[in-house]
């Protein structure tokens, strides 16, 4: 049908409605309401064409899945026997006669490594990085680095940090000053991970909070640190550096039991951030700061609800016992529910030392703080 | 041949595991959450129950619970498998009658050693 004829048959359609004599504003609504109708239309045909690409997405994923898992299988769990390693070059060459240039395949490829590096050590863990450098997987990953699309870039570098492939510190320092929030939390996961001299330095130069995402990977880089003595957190506990720096840098105390940042943590008990002040009298408990406990029971009355609360679960961390009497009479006087929920966790986690005053509360007690007890001595008894 | 059942959503991990404990002279059946789990221990008896802590349906805490009140699996120990391992949820799990626990990601080598513990002395451990 020709444009004329289309024409021709559209003015023929109006005439009959009597189009021209129709009010401007009806006409205006009908045409409104065509727009909206065929606008209708083609977002269902849309949807319906993205459904069904989906789903023959997921098939073909299903159907390459299964092949590539026993591939991956076969070349990363079965023992090594010797050189020739025959069973990963029986997968290599499987993988190297598939077209693995195949975005899906690759994708799978890929996923399937990140899944067995995410759970798995060791050999495992080493077969795995081998089997991606000798597809050289990482080629293209080092491409997608440079991608217009931030989510394929942060893709990429978690890959590469996942694989234990070091970037370029150069392209790194770049990324870790970009625009996107995402690329440059993960490009100084990056930086801290493959800087083994001072991982702590670009802490030190960091003046921007850190998300919880990103104190909580920064917190596992360290944690997979073997044999690493971390350096002295002068300038990271400090009242002038970002709570957010310092919350992770006192877990990182925590981590590497550092006993001579003590000194630095108890100056942030000052802090005037209710929070960070919390978490630093809980960081002294778990650091077994024994001599401070005297001090932190005597700052107790003059503290904020949530720093009370820590003060109570650093006493029951430091395990001396020394400060019974006080925790029993929280438990017994305080209106409060928390306190008394604290109070009374403090003293089951005190055991046996408590052993005395949880039997005569256990005797004495009534009602609501009975019921507590008894859940803080199993939180999955049936205590109704 | 002792029978161990393995509760995780994640197949390749799963796989790979009961892959290697296949290997090892064991007989696996795996269970992807709460509820398969819990059709698995009605209908079988195992050597060891190996569990993931986060899961759909139940928590592992809640059917590490159920275990422990079920009289059939009062005596099964259990091993769980995480990647959480704050005191808190260890100490938790301890209380519940959790008889050890492996944190991932986790070396093969210590998840079969612990596995072969568990499993020669069951009945000495669940008691």
């Known amino acids: 049908m020709s444009p004329a004829n289309i024409y021709h048959s559209v003015k023929l359609g109006f005439d009959s409605l009597h189009w021209a004599y129709i009010p401007l504003f009806i006409q205006v609504c009908l045409v409104i309401s065509v727009i909206a109708l065929v606008s209708i239309i083609i977002a269902i045909i849309h949807i319906a064409m993205d459904r069904i690409q989906m789903r023959l997405y997921a098939k073909e994923r299903e159907n390459i899945s299964k092949e590539v898992n026993m591939l991956l299988m076969i070349a990363i769990l079965n023992p090594e026997n010797g050189e020739p390693d025959l069973s990963f070059d029986y997968s290599l060459k499987q993988f190297n006669s598939k077209p693995i240039s195949r975005t899906v395949t690759k994708q799978v490829l890929v996923e399937g490594m990140l899944a067995y590096r995410n759970n798995f050590t060791g050999k495992i863990a080493a077969r795995t990085r081998k089997l991606y450098l000798s597809l050289s997987l990482e080629r293209d990953a080092f491409k997608r680095i440079s991608s217009r699309f931030w989510e394929t870039k942060v893709a990429a570098l978690l890959e590469l940090y996942n694989m234990n492939v070091p970037v370029n510190k150069e392209i790194l320092l770049r990324l870790v000053n970009d625009r996107n929030k995402r690329i440059r939390e993960v490009a100084r996961l990056s930086l801290i991970k493959y800087n083994d001299s001072d991982p702590l330095q670009y802490l030190r130069d960091l003046d921007e909070p850190l998300s919880k995402w990103e104190e909580f990977e920064i917190f596992q880089v360290f944690k997979r640190k073997t044999n690493y003595t971390l350096s002295e957190m002068n300038g990271l506990l400090s009242l002038e550096k970002d709570p957010t720096v310092v919350s992770l840098c006192l877990k990182l105390a925590v981590l590497f039991n550092q006993q001579s940042s003590i000194e630095l943590i108890k100056t942030l008990v000052k802090s005037p951030v209710i929070k960070l002040r919390a978490e630093a009298i809980e960081t002294l408990g778990l650091l077994h700061a024994t001599k401070l406990e005297d001090y932190l029971v005597s700052l107790y009355s003059t503290q904020p609800h949530e720093v009370q609360l820590s003060i109570l679960v650093s006493i029951s961390s430091m395990r001396t016992g020394k400060h019974l009497d006080f925790i029993e009479n929280e438990f017994i006087r305080s209106n409060n529910f928390e306190i008394k929920k604290y109070a009374s966790e403090t003293l089951v986690k005190l055991y046996p030392l408590s052993s005395s005053v949880i039997d005569r509360l256990i005797d004495t007690s009534k009602s609501d703080n009975l019921r507590m007890l008894n859940y803080s001595l199993n939180p999955l008894i049936n205590v109704a | ?127």
Not at chain 2, 18 to 27: A, F, G, T, V
Not at chain 2, 52 to 75: C, F, K, W
Not at chain 2, 109 to 118: A, D, G, H, P
């Open chain 2, 1 to 127: 041949m002792k029978h161990i059942l393995l509760i995780d959503d994640d197949i390749v991990f799963t796989t790979a595991v009961s892959q290697i404990l296949h290997e090892q002279d064991y007989k696996v059946s795996i269970a992807k959450d709460g509820k398969e789990a819990a059709e698995e221990l009605s209908s079988s008896t195992f050597s060891l129950i190996v569990t993931d802590m986060l899961m759909p349906y139940t928590n592992g805490l809640e059917m590490v619970s159920n275990i422990r009140q079920n009289a059939e699996t009062l005596h099964t120990p259990i091993m769980v498998i995480s990647g959480i391992d704050n005191e808190q949820s260890i100490s938790d799990w301890s209380r519940l009658g959790v008889n050890s626990w492996v944190k991932k990601p986790l070396s093969m080598t210590t998840l079969i050693t612990n596995i072969q513990n568990l499993t020669k002395n069951a009945h000495y451990v669940a008691s």
